[in-house]
T-cell receptor, first 113, second 113 residues
Framework: QQQVKQSPQSLIVQKGGISIINCAYE??????FPWYQQFPGKGPALLIA?????SEKKEGRFTISFNKSAKQFSLHIMDSQPGDSATYFC????????????FGKGTKLTVNP | NAGVTQTPKFQVLKTGQSMTLQCAQD?????MYWYRQDPGMGLRLIYY???????DKGEVPNGYNVSRLNKREFSLRLESAAPSQTSVYFC????????????FGEGSRLTVL
């Protein structure tokens, strides 16, 4: 049972464009939604995270939008750069409960110069 | 700042052989995790340890065993390797139940022939 569904599987964007990756979750008990960024040959690293008490969180060019009623959240990368080319994973968990962080299957982003 | 260190980085095994992947963290984290990453499958949790002295199964535990040797070290053992265990394995740690950020190692690429 896949608890976090991520789309698209791959995404190609031109430099300066907006990259959008979407995730949907099933478990309404989830209350922590991070995004991880992974470069080839490296382990994933936390990029940005949001909790359901806010609808949007922005850090630089990266923004998470959260829709609690639709059980969806998305990552927007503004002014995408070739250095943003990586695989992005959304995830979800319930703080204070299970130790498990459930990941989406990932989106491979390519930003062309 | 070593963070999470995994050894070995690469390993080739024959079907039926055994091996242990080692993981150590120097951040004084309570929780440690083993994930496997396969193309199109994202990150799947194999086992985790919420604290020293405890271990629990994740999503795909079959064919693996773990040992939380002490607070720093968490090893993953394949008793009788199978081709289906060919994957990239990531160890991760985080402070505890109250925070969500996972810190990953750089991965161990295992090929089972």
């Amino acid at each position: 049972q896949q608890q976090v569904k991520q789309s698209p599987q791959s995404l190609i964007v031109q430099k300066g464009g907006i990259s959008i990756i979407n995730c949907a979750y099933e478990n309404t008990a989830f209350d922590y939604f991070p995004w991880y960024q992974q470069f080839p040959g490296k382990g994933p690293a936390l990029l940005i995270a949001i909790r359901p008490d806010v609808s949007e969180k922005k850090e630089g060019r990266f923004t998470i939008s959260f829709n609690k009623s639709a059980k969806q959240f998305s990552l927007h990368i503004m002014d995408s750069q070739p250095g943003d080319s990586a695989t992005y994973f959304c995830a979800a968990s319930k703080e204070g409960g299970s130790e498990k962080l459930v990941f989406g299957k990932g989106t491979k982003l390519t930003v062309n110069p | 700042n070593a963070g999470v260190t995994q050894t070995p980085k690469f390993q080739v095994l024959k079907t039926g052989q055994s091996m242990t992947l080692q993981c150590a963290q120097d951040m004084n984290h309570n929780s440690m995790y083993w994930y496997r990453q396969d193309p199109g499958m994202g990150l799947r949790l194999i086992y985790y340890s919420a604290s020293e002295g405890t271990t629990d199964k994740g999503e795909v535990p079959n064919g693996y065993n773990v040992s939380r040797l002490n607070k720093r070290e968490f090893s993953l053992r394949l008793e009788s390797a199978a081709p289906s265990q060919t994957s990239v394995y990531f160890c991760a740690s985080r402070p505890g139940t109250a925070t969500g950020e996972l810190f990953f190692g750089e991965g161990s690429r295992l090929t089972v022939l």
